[in-house]
């Protein structure tokens, strides 16, 4: 009895140790050493019931007051974060816009605890070619402005931009290949004429 409820604290330990709040069965399988799903699958769902994690989507557990990003980067993969989420932090667009937009191999909105998750739909070339993506230490991947901005203009034929003063030019015509659009080659020769 004592073995397996130290067994069980270790699994809890092992979750909070770890710089990531956001986990999958697989990741928290490789994290403990535990070999049996359904086992520890009937640990975790116990830890959600005594509110000692999270079980924000169906096969994702998380540590309370988990990182939104990260949740956004896992529901789906591969996925990276980009978009209006991206262009709004960097200043780019003013409107505010509340949800997540990532981009992903597939088109859904879901909300989870009163929060949106958008996700976008990319050829899967453009999807998992990471130039213009950074890849945090907490499993977030993020566009950089310039990525996000190409992505914005891919996806959306009407788009209006409030500033476009924080976007690197040199490093949106470096990162233009990556779509083989020569429509979207020619927005940004407008927009951004070198």
Do not use: H, W
Request: aromatic residues 12%.
């Amino acid at each position: 009895m004592f073995s397996s409820q130290n067994a069980k604290s270790d699994i809890v330990l092992a979750i909070y140790q770890d710089l990531r709040t956001i986990f999958r069965l697989n990741d928290i399988a490789m994290l403990t050493g535990e070999t049996n799903f359904q086992s520890l699958s009937q640990k975790l769902n116990y830890y959600v019931r005594t509110g000692k994690l999270q079980n924000p989507r169906k096969g994702i557990y998380a540590k309370p007051a988990y990182d939104t990003e990260e949740l956004a980067c896992t529901i789906y993969t591969p996925a990276y974060i980009s978009l209006e989420y991206v262009l709004q932090k960097a200043g780019i667009v003013f409107q505010f816009d509340s949800r997540l937009t990532i981009v992903s191999y597939l088109s859904r909105s879901i909300e989870v605890e009163n929060k949106t998750y958008l996700f976008r739909k990319i050829k899967g070339e453009i999807l998992v070619n990471t130039a213009g993506i950074i890849r945090q230490n907490n499993q977030v991947n993020i566009a950089t402005t310039e990525r996000a901005f190409l992505d914005y203009l891919y996806l959306n034929t009407e788009s209006y931009f409030d500033n476009l003063n924080p976007i690197n030019k040199d490093i949106v015509y470096k990162l233009l290949p990556i779509y083989q659009s020569k429509a979207l080659t020619m927005r940004i020769n407008k927009l951004l004429p070198k």
